[in-house]
Every structure is written in C-alpha cells, then in structure tokens.
C-alpha cells in the first residue's frame, strides 16, 4: 500500500505545472453532497469511480477538486469542453450577454441569433447553408430523423450496430448498444446494420483506416483496394435488400463513433454508403456530436476526413464547451419540408447559447486549435501504440487527432475484452495519479481519450507515463 502511494505522489509531482490558483471551496461538506446526491438526484444518473470525484472548478485543460487537489482533464466532460474549461473568451462573452439579454425566443429577432448562424454555416460547404438550433444532442438526432422522414416521405433509418445517437424515445431506436436499451417500444422503423469495425469486425487489415496507427492485424491489398472494405459494403448491402423496404428515409452515422470507443471505418466506407441510400432516395445524416468542431485534427469536421457532403448534419457538445445548446444544419430543401406545418423550440437559438456558440468559435480559430488537435493528438497516438507494442492487454489504438480510444483484452490473438473489473482498476489508478480518462465500447473494455483540445505535448508525457504506470502495475497485480 505504501509503495502504490510513493509512486502516485512520485508520478504527480511531474504533473505540468499551472499557475492557476483555484478559490477556495465553501458549499457543503462531501457526505452531505453523497447524501443529497442518493436522496434526491435520480438514480440513473451514475457516477465514476468508487470515491466519485467533487469537482469545484476548472480552468483550460485542468480541474480542481473540493480538496484543491488539480487533475488532468483527458475526457472533456464527455468529449464537450472543446477549448478549454472556463475559456476567458468564452467566459466574457457570456458574462456580457448575461447582463443584456438572456431569452426572446425566436418569434423575434435578436442580433447574436443571425450572426450565429452566418458564421456557424461559413465553416460548412455547399448546400449545408440552414440551421435549426437546439438544446442537446439527441434533440438534434431526433429532430434530424423527423426531417428525413418529412423530406422523403420515407419511413425506414439505417443506423451502425455500435452507435450513439441518443437517449430520447425516438433516437434511443437509432442507438444500438445494449446498456442503454429499456424495455419499452422506441425507434419504430430503425434498423442497424453491421459495423465495419475493423479491428474487432470480422475483416480489417494494415492500412484499411485514417488514422496514424493501424490494427495489427495483416492484409495484402494491393494500393487503392481494400478488402475489408468491399465485405462490409456487401453487409450494408444485404441489410439494404432484405431488412427495409425499396424506399429509406435515411442513414446516420458518426463519421468516428464516440461511446463505442472511437471505432473507425475503412476509408471509403461511408462513401459507398452514402451513394447506395442516395439510390434507395435515403438522405444521409452525420452525427457531428462528438467528431465536430476541429476534433480530428485534419478537418474541421468529421464527415470530411470521409470525403463526402451529408444531407445533415447534427451538432451538439463542443458547439457550447458545456453550455446546453445544439444544432441541425441542412438544405434550404429539406428544411422547408419541416415549415410545412409548426415547429417550435423555446430555449433553441437563445441570445445567450448563441453568443456562446460565436464565442466558441473565434476560439478554436485564435487558439489554431484544429492544428493543436492533429499535432498533440497524432504524437498522444504514436506514443499511446508503444503501449500497445509492449503491453499484451493493448489490443488497438485507434483515432484522429484528439479522437482517440485504448481497447483492452485479455490477448492480442483473441481479442477478448479484458474483463470490466480489470479495465476499472487501471482507470481508477490512472484518477488516482492525476488524470481523468472515459471508459466505452459494447463491453466497457475501451478507454476513452478525448481531452479538451487546448491540451499541450507536456500533458501527453505526463498522461502517458499515468497510464503506462497504471497498466505495469496491473500486471504486477496480476502476476
């Protein structure tokens, strides 16, 4: 026990410095804040780690707890704080328009709602060019499946096995991973179709993904073709001639999936996809929710890195850095179909989300933290799959810029997911040490890296060498 805590303290003292001093914490002792979260916060709203964490602050790429004790921040508040916790841009933007004005709704016009929705729609191409804002992310997919279904006249949305799209009713049919499935009617007209998951899938090779480290396992595709990727076609294909009807409403997919642990597809995937729900008069949706706003480090957005144009787009978690807000951006075609009757949205588009959003915007802009992504998340990448060289239990790395998922298993010959106990120790020694990582994938077994975009290659080395220490000392514990 002493020598695990020697070397947490030892490892935390080369935590990067940050001259950031937190205020100090004055709202409830932590039992109390345990109590009233067990009395009267709903159940289903679990928490991490054994001893949950109470934060009281953040700032950039750190969080500070009750205690003043300063962690690493290498999840984001689930992949949403984009440029940082409390960005000082983002902050006084807000902090103005707090004391201007904070609701409207949209039956009026206010200045930051068309200045919003120019600027978000500049950074789309041709004829992404009409926003409907909202409030999340699943309101964004739900509203996104109404306007397939309203434009094509259409019923049928194909989604991947393996995907997030949502927790509400309508898109909890889009959402494929068992966890999140109640036993009750939802998604009616929803099919999924195979996951072209390359690493886990039954195909897949050396050079099938985007991505500065591929799988390990071997192919001997000749330049241009790729095998893999012509058997998954066939299953979206097989899918498409005998699960839903001549005509689809549509196809959604994340351009990488996020709660699935950053499953990437075979380059030229979604490219044939998108092409065959186009001839079944499908629209094609991407689910920007995660992979948007200069994540992937090459593009701005996810779909790109895919070479393709969606007929949606959904927005939502770093549009806001953590303030509540969301977006569908589509054509002028589409979106008239939704004027054909009422549709309204109280809080979407508010004075106050919008200035943030704009906020939000100049900072990655100003900060260059698109190029930020691509170059500290493809050296965390390379530095990251030394790991996987030299631990058994690293089955795959995988990820675009600051995109990143670990799945762990038991041995790189099976791929059996290594189980969640195990994959918990190791994520609780990595908190313990100083840096906060997600978990996901179907079986949990894959951890989830996606820090805020403004991190630096210092934090690399510092998570790196957390997360190295955390998995010698699984091995030392299984041993």
């Known amino acids: 026990k002493w020598q695990k805590w020697k070397s947490s303290v030892s490892i935390q003292e080369k935590m990067p410095p940050c001259d950031f001093v937190p205020e100090k914490y004055n709202s409830y002792p932590y039992e109390r804040m345990q109590k009233i979260r067990e009395e009267n916060i709903s159940p289903s709203l679990q928490m991490y780690y054994k001893k949950p964490l109470l934060l009281h602050q953040g700032h950039m790429q750190w969080l500070f707890d009750y205690k003043g004790q300063r962690y690493l921040d290498f999840f984001a508040g689930i992949v949403t704080v984009g440029v940082g916790h409390c960005h000082p841009k983002v902050t006084m933007a807000t902090q103005k328009q707090l004391a201007r004005l904070w609701h409207t709704t949209n039956i009026y016009m206010h200045p930051s709602i068309q200045e919003y929705a120019e600027k978000l729609t500049s950074l789309l191409p041709d004829p992404l060019k009409v926003v409907y804002l909202t409030n999340s992310g699943s309101e964004a997919n739900d509203l996104a499946m109404f306007m397939a279904r309203l434009y094509t006249r259409n019923f049928d949305i194909i989604s991947f096995r393996g995907s997030y799209h949502g927790g509400s009713p309508y898109t909890l049919g889009l959402t494929s991973i068992g966890l999140y499935k109640h036993g009750v009617a939802n998604g009616f007209g929803c099919s999924t179709t195979m996951l072209p998951d390359v690493f886990r899938g039954p195909w897949g090779g050396s050079h099938c993904r985007d991505s500065p480290v591929q799988t390990v396992r071997k192919c001997s595709c000749s330049e241009g073709a790729c095998y893999a990727n012509d058997q998954y076609i066939e299953q979206f294909k097989d899918t498409l001639n005998t699960t839903v009807p001549k005509k689809i409403a549509g196809f959604i997919a994340e351009p990488i999936q996020g709660v699935n642990g950053a499953v990437q597809y075979p380059r030229s995937f979604l490219k044939e996809a998108y092409r065959l729900v186009r001839e079944r008069g499908g629209v094609c949706i991407s689910d920007e929710v995660q992979t948007g706003f200069g994540r992937t ?34 054509t002028k075609e589409i979106s008239s179909s939704l004027a054909q009757n009422l549709h309204f949205n109280t809080f979407g588009g508010n004075p106050l989300a919008c200035v943030v959003g704009a906020a939000v915007l100049d900072a990655i802009e100003e900060d260059g933290l698109q190029k930020n992504s691509e170059d500290v998340g493809t050296y965390l990448l ?8 030299k631990f058994e239990i690293v089955g ?7 995109m990143i998922g670990v799945e762990m298993v038991t041995d790189k010959d099976s791929h059996h997911p290594l189980p969640a106990e195990e994959i918990s120790q190791i994520w609780e020694d990595c908190k313990d040490m100083g840096v906060l990582i997600g978990k996901g994938g179907l079986y949990g077994q894959t951890f989830r890296i996606k820090p805020p975009m403004c991190i630096t290659k210092k934090d690399v ?4 060498e957390v997360f190295h220490s955390a998995l010698q000392r699984h091995m030392e514990r299984a041993a």
């Open 382 to 389: 390379l530095e990251l799959a030394k790991l996987r060289d």
């Open 461 to 464: 080395d510092f998570a790196v």
């Open 297 to 330: 480090g090459s593009h701005f957005w996810g779909f790109q890195t895919h070479d393709v144009v969606p007929d949606i787009v959904t927005l939502a978690k770093a549009i806001g850095n953590g303030f509540p807000m969301a977006a569908v951006v589509t």
């Open 396 to 402: 795959d790395v995988r990820g675009k810029g600051l």
